[in-house]
């Protein structure tokens, strides 16, 4: 019995690590992480550039667009803050939930705010507005009986009825002066009726299928036939969802487009309504990661693959100018360079990821640069299309609202000249900052000059301010997605363990130039506000301004201060993780005890600031808590490492071999675990309990208690099953207790409990992380141990209740797949319940893997490519597992006793 045994286990175990390997290396290839030094545009480049620039003037670009500003968006006090809604809630104020749905009084003040905005940007050279509506104007009276949607009379109908006459008058101001209106959407683009129109009548929403989008273009031919004035539609379908949906209005969007097949459906379809009727289709390629066209936005391959054969002189692409979202140190985008079709350039002034530009944040030189190697690799390009408020959640940011209310300014300083820059390429960039300042500040030459200054450093103190500028001169590349080179999302700094770990990677053999770098942008500040404390009061027309500017110049060099020493925190710790040098210890308590404080101060003089408000820390505070603990973490690991060593040297000493222990230990474990060996039996048994509870005590010690109720729950339900499936036929030898049942069950634990533990004991949980992000080969090995564990822990799950509760093999097999199915539905119908999403993200908060700012923009879910059906595939997984053991279980009963039925029939 023990040879057979013995030789099952050798070719089961066998088996279990060749596939073990196999989805190890699959793992590691699907988490690899690239990175290379990237290849920044220079200030050469605008005199290198092989692009005949000279000749190029505005009228050469068709589309100089931008977005509407702060039109339509009420400076909230009381709604401002920390809402990470990426929607403007543009507009909201003039719509009304009830009939005549259009407040008129409301819609006079934006239309006075709207020319006011228009009258701003047409004199800067801009040409083109981009609206945020479709659905809105639409009643789908061309499809079917023209009631398929929405029904006469209805509320829809007569809510979008005023919505066509409120923005036809801003649409009618707009060609008044002379400028172009494009509506902008997300696709899919849905409504309630719409969803249900698609679920009745095609049993869903199958973006492959032609149907899908021949309702989409019943809807532009109603569009334009409403609106005939309409420049086209720009469309965007790599971010969609709850995020940019506005409470309690029935206008969303979901991210269904993700295939190479849907995109061209769609853009075919659409082209052919464009060509009909002599409009535009703009379309954003803005993936991020998402599946197969995931990389559509920076790699041309990619883009010449989806785009490459689709031409019509009424398709644009429009694209961000790098390789990634707006900002700093980032190559040119790639996909410039290949393709034929008409291109327009993205720009962002009010930057959402330098502080909303609410204090000095020059950017125009770069994109001066940007736009001359652009032109230098495509002749195609027709325009730009600029972003004056958009971009980012707004009300996590300070309280701007272009060009009414707050800070305003700094946004403006680049929506001037960058229009500047796009009507001549070739431009004089510093007479075009010195017109504005004269326009808007002073005419005193000393006074102009000296403000230019101060704007001009601006660059530089962003540069080192904002950013790490060695990591973010290297590019990391995760899964088609580029990584930001900014170690925080909006106003959340982020204390990710990935984040974190590449950082410090990324520049570990520079470091004190890393750290340097960050005091250095604190001292260009303090130069900035030396140089505005010498303008003569007298000497500035718009003081306004320049009360503005003195505030944002003290919230910068304090935002700035604490950046710097929070990078020097958390480098040295990093340091002394990587290489155990103590000194960095040292200096990462120091550091941290000086971060805290700037912190507190930060906190407490811009917390309930609305123009300069202050930083989210919420990620920084834990990781720095886990960070403190880590080294009692490492000391307890060491001591349970040396406790177990000893227990086992002492169960040796009589027989005076160490081979011998580890020999009956592991035959112990493997066979009879509950042997009349009292010295075994009790190291088995502590082991055990040391199994048991170090995982919860560390867990919960973290705060980890998604991730502990997620093992438990797990461990218990599946137990409890197994017992109680077994109650009935669990007839032990009086010698065997229910506890060794389960110290049989969790032997496999062992091995990935003291692989934890030696990992623990080199340099705590961090090191874990750390090389986790940065080594290849110890992720192979964790992730190959881990399913060994789990294979292992199957096994012994079959064999122990085929060999303990004395059931045949088919019932055994029976219980294994009943007890699994109750798991897999009971957690299946819990994450379902509460989405896949939420439970990801809870889990992410406080293990703290990916940047908390994730959940807040797609979510985690989306960024990864993880479906949102895992929950109902893993429910009917377990139905399928629960019935076969049911029918393993039960059916060999079932037919003996409908066997003995028929035969005494017969009798």
């Not at 075009?432 to 450093?457: C, G, H, P, Y």
């Not at 120091?590 to 407490?604: A, D």
Request: glycine letters at 6%; charged letters at 20%; a neutral charge.
């Amino acid at each position: 019995m023990i040879t057979k045994f013995k030789t099952t286990s050798l070719i089961y175990y066998a088996i279990a690590t060749i596939v073990s390997i196999l989805l190890a290396m699959n793992f590691n290839r699907v988490m690899k992480i690239d990175i290379v030094t990237k290849k920044l545009p220079t200030q050469t480049d605008k005199s290198t550039t092989n692009a005949d620039t000279s000749i190029l003037s505005g009228d050469e670009f068709t589309y100089r667009l931008v977005d509407t500003g702060g039109v339509g968006i009420v400076p909230d006090s009381a709604g401002w803050g920390k809402d990470y809604s990426h929607h403007t809630y543009a507009f909201r104020n003039l719509i009304l939930d009830k009939e005549p749905f259009i407040d008129m009084k409301v819609l006079a003040q934006v239309e006075l705010d709207f020319c006011t905005y228009l009258t701003r940007l047409k004199s800067y050279g801009y040409n083109g507005v981009v609206f945020n509506n479709f659905l809105e104007f639409i009643n789908f009276d061309q499809l079917g009986s023209g009631e398929d949607i929405y029904e006469s009379g209805s509320q829809e109908r007569k809510q979008h009825d005023a919505m066509r006459l409120g923005f036809g008058r801003l649409f009618d101001i707009t060609h008044a002066l002379g400028m172009k209106v494009v509506l902008k959407t997300d696709m899919i683009a849905l409504t309630s009726n719409l969803e249900r129109y698609f679920n009745y009548r095609y049993g869903g929403i199958d973006v492959s299928d032609p149907r899908i989008w021949d309702v989409y273009a019943i809807a532009l031919r109603e569009l334009f036939a409403v609106f005939p004035e309409i420049e086209g539609v720009m469309l965007r379908i790599g971010e969609a969802g709850a995020v940019y949906k506005m409470i309690n209005w029935d206008y969303y969007s979901k991210l269904y487009v993700k295939t190479d097949e849907a995109v061209r459906l769609m853009l075919n379809t659409f082209i052919t309504v464009m060509e009909e009727n002599d409009k535009r289709l703009f379309f954003r390629t803005w993936t991020i990661g998402i599946d197969e066209i995931g990389d559509l936005h920076t790699n041309p391959e990619t883009y010449l693959r989806v785009l490459g054969d689709i031409d019509s002189p009424n398709l644009i692409i429009s694209t961000k100018y790098g390789t990634g979202d707006f900002y700093r140190y980032l190559p040119v985008n790639p996909t410039f360079s290949v393709g034929q079709h008409k291109r327009i350039i993205e720009f962002q002034t009010r930057r959402e990821f330098e502080a909303f530009s609410n204090f000095p944040n020059y950017v125009t030189t770069d994109y001066q640069i940007y736009l001359h190697e652009i032109l230098a690799q495509n002749n195609h390009i027709c325009g730009a299309w600029i972003w004056t408020q958009d971009g980012g959640p707004q009300r996590a940011g300070p309280l701007s609202i272009y060009p009414f209310y707050g800070p305003w300014e700094f946004n403006d300083i680049d929506a001037y000249c960058t229009a500047r820059v796009l009507a001549d390429p070739n431009v004089d960039i510093d007479q075009v900052l010195t017109e504005w300042i004269m326009t808007n500040v002073s005419v005193d030459a000393t006074t102009i000059d000296k403000v230019r200054q101060i704007i001009l450093f601006s660059q530089e103190a962003s540069r080192k301010g904002l950013y790490d500028e060695l990591f973010a001169q290297k590019q990391l590349v995760v899964r088609k997605y580029f990584a930001p080179p900014i170690f925080w999302f909006w106003d959340i700094v982020s204390g990710s363990h990935s984040v974190l770990s590449l950082n410090y990677y990324a520049c570990r053999n520079q470091l004190q130039q890393s750290i340097d770098s960050g005091f250095e942008a604190v001292n260009i500040v303090r130069q900035m506000k030396q140089i505005a404390q010498s303008i003569t009061h007298e000497k500035v027309q718009n003081k306004v301004f320049f009360h503005k500017m003195m505030a944002a110049l003290d919230y910068e060099e304090n935002l700035f201060e604490t950046f710097a020493w929070y990078r020097k925190t958390f480098l040295n710790f990093y340091r002394w993780l990587d290489t155990g040098d103590e000194q960095a210890y040292s200096d990462w308590q120091l550091s941290h005890s000086t971060f805290e404080q700037r912190k507190q101060l930060h906190l407490q003089l811009y917390k309930t600031s609305l123009d300069f408000p202050a930083y989210n820390f919420i990620e920084t505070d834990l990781i720095f808590a886990q960070a403190a603990r880590n080294k009692k973490h490492t000391l307890t690991a060491r001591v349970v490492l040396f406790g177990l060593v000893l227990i086992g040297l002492w169960g040796t000493i009589k027989k005076r071999f160490v081979k011998r222990f580890w020999t009956r230990f592991l035959n112990e474990i493997e066979h009879d675990p509950w042997s009349n060996n009292v010295s075994w039996k009790m190291y088995v048994k502590f082991i055990t309990i040391v199994c048991l509870l170090l995982t919860p005590i560390i867990f919960v010690n973290n705060g980890f208690l998604v991730r502990y109720h997620m093992d438990l729950n797990v461990w218990l339900i599946g137990s409890l099953v197994l017992l109680m499936l077994g109650f009935n036929d669990f007839k032990p030898p009086a010698s065997i207790k229910v506890y060794h049942y389960i110290i049989r069950m969790i032997t496999p634990i062992y091995v990935m409990v003291a692989l934890v533990l030696v990992i623990f004991a080199y340099r705590g949980p961090f090191a874990f992380w750390y090389n986790f992000f940065t080594t290849p080969v110890f992720r192979f090995v964790i992730f190959t141990c881990l399913l060994m564990t789990i294979f292992s822990f199957g096994y012994r799950y079959v064999n122990s209740v085929h060999r303990y509760l004395k059931l045949n093999w088919l019932k055994t097999c029976g219980n294994a797949c009943l007890s699994l199915g109750v798991v897999l539905i009971v957690n299946g119908v819990i994450v379902s319940l509460l989405s896949l999403e939420t439970v990801i993200s809870r889990l992410n908060n406080e293990l703290l893997v990916l940047p908390v700012g994730l959940s807040k923009v797609l979510g985690i879910t989306t960024h990864l490519n993880i479906q949102s059906r895992i929950p109902h595939d893993v429910i009917y997984l377990g139905i399928a597992l629960f019935l076969s053991g049911l029918t393993f279980r039960y059916g060999s009963k079932v037919r003996a006793q409908y066997v003995l039925a028929r035969l005494n029939r017969n009798i």
